[in-house]
């Protein structure tokens, strides 16, 4: 599926297209406006900051926080699917690898929301048809009775194999903990498997992936020893391929006792500097790595964006700022329907 084409792609065509995307995107001072407004007027906010045919799309079916959610999900879709589609060549085995964790996004909400007992409607409202998968294969699948023909039907779209004993593990005992696990160590294995390395940008793009299996990672590790479990139980889901976390590092981390023995190794990662301030006060939450690591990111993508222009860096770029754009936005909402202090709110934004 993500063979490499010797074609280059229309490299100058699609980031063209993705910094007018970037462009447009909300800025600190339309979010301080949002925390002045009511969840209603957020919609007619976002209506016309960019949102407005979604919102209209949606708007007869949908009303307040529901459809503020379905908006963001379905306008970031839709630009990640129109720039995936005009894609050529390289740039578009690249575009398709990158964004094969929607796909992998989308399966677990339909394995869940059929476990749950939720109805088609509701699944459908959690969807996010950004990656290659489209919305109508995506509605088959819905409908299908089984998370096994779910499982079948998905392996066959992405030509993935999910190994035997993982799906003997899910239909013993329900869990879908291994097929999750499985499917994001394989979206990573097959997105560096894309990258070549050739060029100086594709390096940059090849580094940033492996800071972000870092980052997840780490989060994983944190989690679970926060839930108490250590040693080779932690290590079955670490990713390979990281940057600086590699089997041997994630192995210190996953053997250490508590939280606090994992400190002094944080130091040597290269995004430490954007949570020093939480581990110096003895307050690494996962929430909290995760909006710190996500700034560093926005950074480096931003980063390597402007050094090479003409590459996949700035399409990743505006897939970043729309991803943190919909998150903040939705953050917001919530935050106001839920009678949030509005400092607090704005303390969870990612800007």
Not at 49 to 55: A, D, F, L, P, Q
Not at 276 to 289: A, F, I, M, P, S
Not at 309 to 328: F, K
């Amino acid at each position: 599926m993500f063979g490499f084409s010797k074609k280059k792609g229309n490299y100058a065509y699609i980031a063209t297209r993705a910094k007018a995307k970037k462009s447009l995107k909300l800025r600190e001072e339309d979010y301080n406006k949002m925390l002045q407004m009511s969840v209603a007027e957020i919609s007619r906010y976002i209506s016309d900051s960019g949102y407005s045919k979604e919102m209209m799309e949606l708007g007869d079916k949908l009303v307040g926080m529901d459809l503020v959610e379905r908006a963001t999900y379905l306008h970031m879709a839709d630009t990640f699917k129109s720039l995936l589609n005009g894609s050529q060549g390289e740039l578009h085995t690249l575009l398709s690898a990158y964004l094969q964790k929607w796909d992998n996004w989308n399966l677990k909400v339909i394995l869940r929301g059929k476990s749950y007992g939720l109805s088609a409607d509701e699944i459908r409202d959690d969807l996010v048809p950004a990656g290659n998968l489209s919305a109508e294969k995506l509605e088959k699948m819905i409908a299908l009775d089984s998370s096994e023909e779910i499982l079948a039907v998905f392996s066959k779209e992405e030509s993935l194999s999910i190994p035997n004993d993982v799906l003997a593990d899910f239909k013993a005992n329900g869990n879908l903990g291994k097929v999750e696990d499985y499917l994001d160590k394989m979206q990573y294995t097959r997105l560096i498997k894309a990258i070549d390395g050739d060029s100086i940008a594709s390096r940059m793009f090849l580094d940033y992936v492996r800071e972000d299996i870092d980052i997840k990672n780490l989060e994983t590790i944190l989690k679970l020893k926060v839930e108490g479990i250590t040693g080779d139980a932690v290590m079955e889901y670490v990713i390979p391929g990281g940057k600086q976390i590699n089997s041997k590092f994630a192995k210190q981390l996953a053997d250490a006792a508590t939280l606090k023995e994992t400190y002094a190794d944080l130091q040597t990662l290269e995004f430490y500097d954007y949570i020093k301030d939480l581990v110096d006060n003895d307050n690494l939450t996962v929430r909290d790595l995760i909006k710190h690591t996500k700034k560093f990111q926005i950074r480096e993508a931003k980063r390597f964006s402007s050094q090479y222009p003409l590459s996949i860096l700035p399409v990743v770029d505006c897939m970043i700022s729309m991803e943190v754009e919909a998150s903040n936005i939705r953050t917001v909402a919530r935050g106001i329907e839920s009678g949030l202090d509005k400092q607090i709110v704005k303390e969870l934004l990612v800007i």
